[in-house]
């Protein structure tokens, strides 16, 4: 159950086990060596938050559905799998069965799987399903849910705020408080010592 990864293809994501950024091939050998010593949950939850991090990579998609496969996990499987063409028996009746398991929710569907990625840079057959769903979704629901991508925090710290009216206004409203508040202790301790002299 190996993927090929391009050597270039670095991630810029955190590792918290680590203090150095490491690329998409760690992270799948380390995968990997989770899977050979039977450490499947989490590995599960890598790939999870991988596909997260990389949602365009259908590769990764395929590999979590793989090891839910193995597992017995079919309806799982399945939902990770829906974006895959199905190229064998296996992937329809998966598929097949966890869109039956949402009722061929549309919606539920896309909340279920989260997509964050660029639906333009996935295959053809992917681009696809995700019109469907959308559009079954819009029939149904008239909503279609939008998941913005996930920014992880080494990201996040280069990010500038910048300051809009109202947290300018909240800040000034702010201040003046605190003046006041300040102002009204030094008069009332003036005013005490006054009384007391």
């Known amino acids: 159950m190996s993927i090929y990864i391009p050597k270039n293809d670095k991630i810029s994501c955190y590792d918290a086990s680590k203090t150095n950024i490491l690329s998409l091939k760690d992270k799948l050998k380390r995968i990997n060596f989770e899977i050979e010593n039977g450490l499947k949950f989490k590995a599960s939850d ?19 559905a793989e090891l839910y496969y193995e ?49 333009t840079k996935l295959s053809e057959f992917a681009q696809h399903k995700l019109s469907e769903l959308e559009a079954d979704c819009k029939a149904k629901n008239h909503h279609i849910p939008k998941f913005n991508p996930k920014v992880n925090n080494s990201q996040r710290k280069h990010q ?38």
């Open 46 to 64: 890598r790939l999870r938050n991988l596909i997260q991090e990389n949602p365009n990579e259908i590769q990764l998609w395929n590999k979590l």
């Open 71 to 119: 597992s017995g996990f079919l309806d799982a499987a399945g939902k990770y799998w829906i974006l895959t063409e199905p190229t064998d028996e296996r992937i329809s009746k998966c598929v097949e069965i966890y869109e039956k398991s949402v009722n061929y929710s549309g919606y539920q569907i896309l909340q279920e799987i989260v997509f964050r990625g660029d639906k």
């Open 160 to 197: 500038k705020h910048v300051k809009t009216f109202k947290d300018k206004l909240a800040g000034f409203l702010l201040l003046g408080i605190l003046l006041t508040v300040i102002v009204l202790i030094v008069i009332g301790f003036v005013s005490v010592m006054k009384w007391m002299f």
